[in-house]
Nanobody, 126 residues
């Protein structure tokens, strides 16, 4: 059974930093793309960053240069380091696992991910 458990959210001021973590279990972690998505009230869920076991990660244009995604295959962990946070980064952040092993069509599309964590809230105040 796939389990994804996020942690690390919180409230910060503009310009601050947070590090999100996601503990994954129940499947061969290295075989799957992993990603962070976010959803603000009244908005659609959007892909923030995505990473596979090899190759470069993908980022949404809105977070490039500020966020860094990483994974630790030895610990089955996924991370999102968020720096220079802005009020528009306020959202519920979700860890997600790809629908299929060793395959990805669009690394930032929610359609290609089918396992989700419960989410962790990030609030950035001005």
């Amino acid at each position: 059974q796939v389990q994804l458990v996020e942690s690390g959210g919180g409230s910060v001021q503009t310009g601050g930093s947070l590090r999100l973590s996601c503990a994954a279990s129940g499947y061969p972690y290295s075989a799957y793309w992993m990603a962070w998505f976010r959803q603000a009230p009244g908005k659609e869920r959007e892909g923030v960053a995505s990473i596979y076991s090899a190759g470069a990660p993908y980022y949404a244009d809105s977070v490039k240069g500020r966020f860094t995604i990483s994974r630790d295959s030895a610990k089955n962990m996924l991370y999102l380091q968020m720096n220079s946070l802005k009020p528009e980064d306020t959202a519920m952040y979700y860890c997600a696992r790809a629908r299929y092993a060793n395959w990805m069509r669009d690394p930032l599309s929610a359609i290609d991910f089918d396992s989700w964590g419960q989410g962790t809230q990030v609030t950035v105040s001005s």
